[in-house]
T-cell receptor, first 111, second 112 residues
Framework: ETGVTQSPTHLIKTRGQQVTLRCSSQSGHNTVSWYQQALGQGPQFIFQYYREEENGRGNFPPRFSGLQFPNYSSELNVNALELDDSALYLC??????????FGPGTRLTVT | QKEVEQNSGPLSVPEGAIASLNCTYSDRGSQSFFWYRQYSGKSPELIMSIYSNGDKEDGRFTAQLNKASQYVSLLIRDSQPSDSATYLCAVSIMDSSYKLIFGSGTRLLVRP
């Protein structure tokens, strides 16, 4: 166990809806990175939060947004859901520049 | 386009054999290299990290890095059926985020 938690475990949404995914980082870690993993692919970097600010972003549209709170937990928000957003969403906890440890993930299905 | 390439497999080895997993990367600015293990339906689990050329051993696992050839490998000695999983190679580039770039993974099957 990494000590990183995510909620919910599974989620089913309809195209066009909005979703919020949550992540609590491992104790002592100050950085949270979010990844999207489509079936049969490696995780793809969405963005990272450090000291409550976005600290790097991958090739994802602005409808993917996030927050980090003072206790270093984080949220990923996705607006205007599309079918292709169906994936496993992973958050990874770390100290900045150090090894990243993943939570169990949230499986999102968009119908 | 920064890329990490892995053979998708499956790589099938008998129990007790050495499994050799390989990975190449395109960005010479890559600084840190990681191997994650992912069981079906689960999240990736960090099993090895390597930062400098050469070998790094941890139990049955050995990571090998050759920056000149842009090549990373993972050797699993005395393979067990419980090692059957997808192994993801990840590379970190020294930008502000140290984001990880992943390969698509190699599926390993250890036959009893």
């Amino acid at each position: 166990e990494t000590g990183v938690t995510q909620s919910p475990t599974h989620l089913i949404k309809t195209r066009g809806q909005q979703v919020t995914l949550r992540c609590s980082s491992q104790s002592g870690h100050n950085t949270v990175s979010w990844y999207q993993q489509a079936l049969g692919q490696g995780p793809q970097f969405i963005f990272q939060y450090y000291r409550e600010e976005e600290n790097g972003r991958g090739n994802f549209p602005p409808r993917f947004s996030g927050l980090q709170f003072p206790n270093y937990s984080s949220e990923l928000n996705v607006n205007a859901l599309e079918l292709d957003d169906s994936a496993l969403y992973l958050c990874a906890s770390s100290l900045v520049g150090s090894e990243q440890y993943f939570g169990p993930g949230t499986r999102l299905t968009v119908t | 386009q920064k890329e990490v390439e892995q053979n998708s497999g499956p790589l099938s080895v008998p129990e007790g054999a050495i499994a050799s997993l390989n990975c190449t990367y395109s960005d010479r600015g890559s600084q840190s290299f990681f191997w994650y293990r992912q069981y079906s339906g689960k999240s990736p689990e960090l099993i090895m990290s390597i930062y400098s050329n050469g070998d790094k051993e941890d139990g049955r696992f050995t990571a090998q890095l050759n920056k000149a050839s842009q090549y990373v490998s993972l050797l699993i000695r005395d393979s067990q059926p419980s090692d059957s999983a997808t192994y993801l190679c990840a590379v970190s580039i020294m930008d502000s985020s140290y984001k990880l770039i992943f390969g698509s993974g190699t599926r390993l099957l250890v036959r009893p």
